[in-house]
T-cell receptor, first 114, second 116 residues
């Protein structure tokens, strides 16, 4: 059964600090992985996508990594801001022939405080 | 350009009542989806549509029906609400099918439904 596990479940950090969120998956065959940011009371918004051949990709203060061998991805946030407070969701796509499926992680809830 | 709009934002139903959740998108996307989000669980696909007039079952379709009479609208119906359907419902759309290569899904802001 395809699974996506995210850690930690929740995290509190001080403004200006860095943090790293983890996503481990047991999805086969792996196609790609996307990170979403979900503000409280809002729908998720895509941050970035990692394909099989990509190791690192940056989007402003967000840097995603992918290790397809260990089936792990991370999302690193640099110099956190209060507006980074949100849930971060990892979504993995698996593909077999012409069919594919998205498996959602349960998310990491990040709180950035003063 | 509003993106994906869901109505209502909140609703409380009694067991056995029916209701329809409305979703509208103005991005001319072919593909639309209904998900539910529950505490401690990832988003789960209820039903989806690959174009006007088409619908298909997702991972958790029981107790729900959908219709896509117009390209921009996707309706989710609950014929006889049950407490297990208490959840936050999200509508999403994409320019290609979400089951092909993981394109960015554009989500609405959700409908919080409580069934008592």
């Amino acid at each position: 059964k395809n699974q996506v596990e995210q850690s930690p479940q929740s995290l509190i950090i001080l403004e200006g600090k860095n943090c790293t969120l983890q996503c481990n998956y047991t999805v086969s065959p792996f196609s790609n992985l996307r990170w979403y940011k979900q503000d409280t009371g809002r729908g998720p918004v895509s941050l970035t996508i990692m394909t099989f051949s990509e190791n690192t990709k940056s989007n402003g203060r967000y840097t995603a990594t992918l290790d397809a061998d260990t089936k792990q991805s991370s999302l690193h946030i640099t110099a956190s801001q209060l507006s980074d407070s949100a849930s971060y969701i990892c979504v993995v796509s698996s593909r077999a022939g012409t069919a594919s499926k998205l498996t959602f992680g349960t998310g990491t809830r990040l709180q950035v405080t003063l | 350009n509003a993106g994906v709009t869901q109505t209502p934002k909140f609703r409380v139903l009694k067991t056995g009542q029916s209701m329809t959740l409305l979703c509208a998108q103005d991005m001319n996307h072919e593909y639309m989806y209904w998900y539910r989000q529950d505490p401690g669980m990832g988003l789960r696909l209820i039903h989806y549509s690959v174009g006007e007039g088409t619908t298909a079952k997702g991972e958790v379709p029981d107790g729900y029906n959908v219709s896509r009479l117009k390209k921009q609208n996707f309706l989710l119906g609950l014929e006889s609400a049950a407490p297990s359907q208490t959840s936050v419902y999200f509508c999403a759309s994409s320019y290609v099918q979400g089951e092909w290569g993981n394109p960015p899904l554009h989500f609405g802001n959700g409908t919080r439904l409580t069934v008592t």
